[in-house]
């Protein structure tokens, strides 16, 4: 099993922000209702859990998360984003974007 990613790690990519209420651990409040749960692996910063619905979606990593709304765009994918930070979801690749950093995370498996 891959960690999850470590604060450390997070804080050098300027991620860590949008990371920060306390949740229990890789799963979200059973009232948010999200019709999909996805994991995927960052490299070098361990796994995370999407979980999304049409209109948002709940970004989870450890035992911290951030909400996310959803974004229309022409762009190719789902984009979700909160004003700090924003997930593309493309295929299997997930983005997480705080600019100017980014993240590119691989999907492992549907939880």
Same mark, same amino acid.
């Given at each position: 099993? &891959?960690?999850?990613?470590?604060?450390?790690?997070?804080?050098?990519?300027?991620?860590? =922000? =949008?990371?920060?209420?306390?949740?229990? =651990?890789?799963?979200?409040?059973?009232?948010?209702?999200?019709?999909?749960?996805?994991?995927? &692996?960052?490299?070098?910063?361990?796994?995370?859990?999407?979980?999304?619905?049409?209109?948002?979606?709940?970004?989870?990593?450890?035992?911290?998360?951030?909400?996310?709304?959803?974004?229309?765009?022409?762009?190719?994918?789902?984009?979700?984003?909160?004003?700090?930070?924003?997930?593309?979801?493309?295929?299997?690749?997930?983005?997480?974007?705080?600019?100017?950093?980014?993240?590119?995370?691989?999907?492992?498996?549907? &939880?």
């Amino acid at each position: 099993m &891959v960690p999850p990613i470590s604060r450390l790690a997070l804080s050098s990519c300027l991620l860590l =922000a =949008a990371l920060v209420s306390p949740v229990k =651990a890789m799963q979200s409040p059973w009232w948010e209702n999200y019709d999909l749960k996805e994991r995927f &692996v960052c490299p070098d910063h361990g796994a995370l859990v999407l979980e999304r619905n049409e209109s948002q979606a709940s970004l989870i990593s450890g035992r911290s998360s951030s909400i996310l709304f959803r974004e229309a765009s022409d762009n190719p994918g789902l984009i979700y984003g909160n004003g700090a930070l924003r997930v593309i979801l493309r295929g299997d690749e997930l983005t997480l974007e705080q600019l100017p950093q980014r993240l590119l995370c691989l999907r492992t498996e549907d &939880v």
